[in-house]
């Protein structure tokens, strides 16, 4: 069976908090967060798309706060949400206190645009203390306080940091430690100069996330490329990966990056060539047939489907099932052993039997998460 393989560096030592019922940082896993695209006031629809989210695997959902019409639906959600909900507010320090009473599992604050945000740290650290209720400290490219961005002309790393460490040493002053920090940016090469610099400075856990990051295509290459840094060195405690498409595909491209680095177990893992001349079926369509068809299978297993009869036999021999295709037909390997031979157009039924036969004998506890698709 797949197996976690060894992580490039250990974690970093952060100290844990807890968001929700959901632990973030120390020795817990690397969580995976999204935020919902519902207006916060339609409590329908807003927790429809919590429930997908939850589906797809998304550990603590975040939702959006601007205004009191939102507040005001917060202790629903809240209430009747699988996963722990963090209230996103900006500008109107009265939505943290309402957040925190109703029942949310954090906040996040954005010190850059909370005016007179700093007056207000000691009856926020009280009311989240109180309610066991943590934070997340976030600092944003996009919006730093004037005041830094006065001193540095532009939204640095270190900027961000500067902006981060005080707002944490002003939580710190009122013996409220229960806060994660996160210093986004758009560009990933500041952005993992920020928390590289930030990792230094504190045992803060840390919320990773390249804001704005863009579309599907483009957010996931920039997102995979700075999460890739910074995991591969062991910082960061939970992940949001932005993208300018639906939700469910934040938390599909989030957890991928953390199974591709080990720091989730892999699940089902489809190994497919890229194709060549030397291919003698049309790989392209048997791969993403394989896919469809195994996209509610939640077991580790792996499944090689190859083209051509250079790495083909080995690829699917090595898998726990595969098939090795050419002159139309195809090998069919389970555990490192052929089968049978069928007709190409037979080799994604039989891939799909064979793939829920072995789960069923694996039962239903064998695993948990969203397909990955690696092209070798």
Known sequence: MPHVPAVLSPRRKSRQIRVGDVLVGGDAPVTVQSMTTTPTTDINATLQQIAKLTAAGCDIVRVAVPSQDDADALPIIARKSRIPVIADIHFQPKY??????????AVR???GNIRQFDDKVGEIARAAKDAGVSLRIGVNAGSLD????????????????ESAVWEASLFEEHDFHDFKISVKHHDPVMMVKAYRLLAERGDWPLHLGVTEAGPALQGTVKSATAFGILLGEGIGDTIRVSLSAPPVEEVKVGLQILQSLGLRERTLEIVSCPSCGRAQVDVYTLAESVTEGLKDLTVPLRVAVMGCVVNGPGEAREADLG???GNGKGQIFVKGE?????????????LIAEANRIAAEMGPDAGIGAAQVVTA
């Open 96 to 105: 943290v206190f309402q957040a925190i009473d109703a029942g949310c599992g």
């Open 323 to 325: 098939v090795a295709s």
């Open 338 to 350: 052929v089968i049978r031979t069928v007709p190409e157009a037979e080799i994604v039924e039989t």
């Open 109 to 111: 604050v954005n010190p």
């Open 146 to 161: 004037k005041r830094l961005l006065e001193k540095y002309g532009t939204a640095t790393p270190e900027a961000l940091v």
